[in-house]
């Protein structure tokens, strides 16, 4: 269990609150998710991405679908307590899409 004494604010984005994975090594981000005060809860209970599915309406561990949780090596919240930053090391790809990130459509560019 990781102790927490920080209270997220979910009174912003109808209870959800954006979550930030970028990999603990590289520093890539490699998604954005939500949590809801049940997904924040189990986060912290368990120390495994535990994210609010907006499009299945419930709460669900990352990669529990394909026997491949993401433990959490890091977390920070931002300074209005409404945005999370979790350090992963993903043993799989992190995008159901794409694979390692799921930021793969760059616009314009140099």
């Keep these: 269990m990781i102790d927490s004494n920080v209270k997220l604010d979910f009174s912003k984005?109808?209870?959800l609150v954006p979550v930030v994975l970028q990999h603990a090594e590289t520093k890539?981000?490699?998604m954005v998710g939500f949590v809801d005060q049940q997904a924040w809860?189990?986060?912290l209970r368990?120390?495994?991405?535990?994210?609010?599915?907006?499009?299945?309406g419930r709460v669900q561990v990352k990669g529990?679908?394909?026997?491949k949780v993401v433990p959490?090596?890091?977390?920070?919240?931002d300074c209005d307590d409404d945005t999370v930053?979790?350090?992963?090391?993903?043993?799989?790809?992190?995008c159901h899409v794409a694979g390692s990130s799921c930021f793969i459509k760059e616009i314009g560019g140099r």
């Design 64 to 67: 529990e679908e394909e026997g």
């Design 28 to 30: 890539e981000v490699l």
């Design 41 to 43: 809860e189990e986060t």
């Design 72 to 77: 959490i090596r890091r977390m920070v919240v």
């Design 13 to 15: 984005l109808n209870g």
């Design 46 to 56: 368990t120390g495994l991405v535990t994210l609010f599915r907006r499009t299945l």
């Design 85 to 94: 930053l979790l350090e992963v090391l993903p043993e799989a790809t992190i």
